[in-house]
């Protein structure tokens, strides 16, 4: 089973399973991991906005314009910043790192 790790608000480092084809969202929810998603994944607000470790940003695909017009809207928005709902576990994934932002803005 793939794994990936959160890196909580208050710095802690949580690794949990990660099947592959659910989102970083549905991951972080299945494993209580403290990320809203108002949305529910539609990508209507910013509210599950991840922070990418740099070594994995790379290995990502590119944003679509529908993400990057939403991340506009996250709080605390970094260079390899992502929302959650967007990022589909992969085998090429095993192993992602993402940290939480300090905060969320509502949605």
């Known amino acids: 089973m793939p794994k990936m790790t ?23 929810h299945k494993h209580d991991v403290d990320i809203e998603g108002a949305c529910e994944g539609s990508l209507a607000c910013s509210t599950c906005h991840v922070i990418v470790d740099a070594e994995w940003f790379e290995k990502l695909k590119d944003p679509s314009e529908d993400e990057e017009d939403m991340l506009d809207l996250a709080f605390d928005l970094q260079e390899t910043s992502r929302l959650g709902c ?7 994934l095993d192993g992602l ?5 300090a905060g969320t803005r509502a949605a």
């Open 97 to 101: 790192v993402v940290k939480l932002p």
């Open 6 to 28: 959160f890196i909580e608000r208050d710095g802690s480092r949580r690794e949990v399973e990660a099947p592959l084809g659910l989102s970083v969202l549905e991951i972080a």
């Open 86 to 92: 967007q990022l589909i576990m992969t085998e090429a």
